[in-house]
């Protein structure tokens, strides 16, 4: 058992899904897996373990932004042994091309934090996502004919910023939209030999000033989540 999950040996599956929302973990399990069960409610983080179509999933709320996430990923990977973590979560579109609702896959992710300033002597190092997950998801995306884009996201550690034209810099370079957790992930699971992606779904555009409610936030973007669990593998027996 570790610090943040009161899960015992077994209980989580090799392959989780991450969503931020604790509330959407809940409605992931609810709505998509079999015989699920709620193996943590620590501070109010939600995880749940279940199956989808014959395979042992689990889903685990990690909270906004890095510092919380790694909590949850880090505990994940080293207490619990998971060799596969899919973030499934929302993302702001940089481009005007991206509107909401449009699926994004994570290849890169660019960031405003200074997590890897420390450990790389302030030299940069390039968090991605793996491919073969990535492979998976293109596979899945075009035998399903769904429409995606894939591309370098920004990881911020600011929600709100000062300067409501700053995402400009960062679109003028291609960054397709931005979140607040993916370079976490993808720099955790390169650390530990572990497979990463981000899936995301674009509830709000800095182009357009749209966005999606809390509500559609926390308890819709089906498409995000389906897709995710048809690439998961797992290798733990039900």
Not at 46 to 65: A, D, I
Not at 105 to 127: W, Y
Not at 193 to 217: N, P, W
Request: glycine letters at 8%; aromatic letters at 10%.
């Amino acid at each position: 058992m570790s610090s943040h999950l009161n899960a015992k040996k077994g209980e989580i599956a090799d392959a989780v899904l991450l969503p931020g929302d604790p509330l959407r973990a809940k409605w992931i399990a609810e709505t998509f897996l079999e015989d699920a069960f709620c193996y943590s409610e620590v501070r109010g983080m939600l995880g749940f373990t279940g199956s989808y179509n014959g395979k042992r999933v689990s889903v685990q709320g990690s909270g906004m932004g890095i510092p919380s996430a790694l909590i949850y990923i880090h505990e994940l990977i080293e207490e619990y042994g998971v060799k596969e973590i899919i973030r499934v979560g929302t993302a702001g579109s940089y481009q005007a091309q991206l509107q909401i609702r449009d699926l994004v896959l994570a290849m890169a992710a660019s960031t405003s934090s200074s997590i890897n300033n420390i450990p790389f002597d302030q030299q940069s190092f390039a968090p991605t996502a793996d491919y073969d997950l990535f492979r998976r998801a293109v596979a899945y995306a075009e035998d399903n004919e769904i429409s995606f884009s894939a591309g370098n996201v920004l990881s911020e550690d600011k929600f709100y910023n000062e300067d409501p034209d700053r995402y400009k810099l960062w679109a003028s370079y291609g960054v397709l939209c931005a979140e607040m957790e993916s370079a976490g992930l993808y720099t955790t699971a390169s650390r530990y030999g572990v497979k990463a992606l981000s899936i995301l779904t674009i509830s709000d555009s800095k182009v357009t000033g749209e966005h999606c409610t809390h509500e559609e936030r926390e308890q819709d973007f089906e498409l995000m989540v389906q897709m995710a669990l048809s690439i998961a593998r797992t290798t733990t027996k039900q």
